[in-house]
């Protein structure tokens, strides 16, 4: 079976977020970090980074997750029914976590969300795991968000804008939210959560890649000269949930790009009519339906 060696991957890593550090710096815009439990060793890799580089926590903003355990050990193969990660959302998964979650980053941390919170986890509607949350929030002041994935993201969300603490106020703070040219069926949901004032983060922009390989915004990026990457995340930036966009770039130079889309965003949030007609002719062009998306999804091999 394939396996990666550990070192070469934080050395990748490190060479990534180097480059991050550095962009931002000549930007003047915040470095965003995002783990999770799951993620191999992201919270040690990000935690051991900025520490060797002298960041201080209130220069870099690092969200992180719990619920899921990762356990294919670097194995990108695995046997027939073996799994790279357990999912896991009961209040004793997230006690353990948190700890785990403290020692490797703990003092960088701003947001703490649930990974992929489904109806089936019972994350939901689970009043111990929504106590230990809110406690989470007011003794270490890190916000809490939630993460969803699935044909059903926007109905998750919505039923997670629900739920209260003890004082009255929204649990949530924050929402990551799969959403890119290809599926966009969660828009209308997020644009209700943003004006209920959660902060709204988008993963998968690439669509896991799938983007770059679909003809219509290949074309949409010749007539527009710029790079399909920095167009499809352009096109989330533009829209009117204000998102958050991750950019999942695994290179320097795959960064370097997904960056230019913060230009060509503006250009297509502008005040002109033609920049409007364009944006949505894009986003009509390219959205597929839902569920075949996620049947797609499902059939992408582990990497």
Known sequence: MQRRSVESMQEKANEVMDTLLNESKESDRMPWFD???????????????LRSKGVKPDEVVVSTKWGYTYVADWKIELG????????????GNFRKQIEETKEHIGEYVNLYQVHSATFESG??????AHNALALCKKEDGWKIGLSVSGPHQGDILREAMKIKTSDGTRLFDSVQCTFNLLEQRPGKALLEAHKEGMDIIIKEGMANGRVLQN?????FARKSSCS????????ILAQPFE???LSGSVTSQQLSSNANALAIAQTLRGEGESDKTNLYQIMKDCEMDSEQYWKDRSALPWN
């Open 35 to 49: 783990c999770a439990r799951s993620y191999g060793l992201s919270e040690m890799f990000v935690g051991e980074f």
């Open 80 to 91: 027939a029914g073996e799994p790279h990660e357990v999912k896991d959302h009961s209040v």
């Open 123 to 128: 994350i939901l509607s689970d009043s111990q």
């Open 215 to 219: 003809e219509r915004i290949q074309e």
């Open 228 to 235: 399909a990457d920095s167009l499809a995340l352009a096109c």
């Open 243 to 245: 998102p958050r966009v």
